[in-house]
């Protein structure tokens, strides 16, 4: 995947999914409502320097999103974890959702 795309994650769809993208590309990532009473509370990366976080937000109706941004020119892995909670529960939140995002650069003749 290049350019620009959207993964949209709904109540019953796998909890770790993985994504190949190149250098460059933007994913809009959409966490529809949970079934359950927790809610979607953050999105983190584990390897900024290939997959940054940004505009990490929630809506009024529990639908999240944010945009990933592959690194410019780096290929390597990153893994978005994305938490959850109930709102009237002490605690941390915990990981509800997983995308392995794989980065690949384009390949060189030579």
Known sequence: MSGRAEVTVGPGDAVVQRLCA?????VS???EPRADDRRWTAALSSA?????VSGWQVDGDGTA???????GTRGGTAEITVRAKAPDVAGA?????????DVLPHTTQG
């Open 29 to 31: 990532l959409v966490l």
């Open 65 to 71: 999103r944010a945009a990933l941004r592959c690194a």
């Open 22 to 26: 190149r250098p460059g590309a933007v």
């Open 93 to 101: 939140a915990r990981v509800a959702f997983t995308l392995h995002v």
């Open 48 to 52: 900024p320097v290939f997959v940054q």
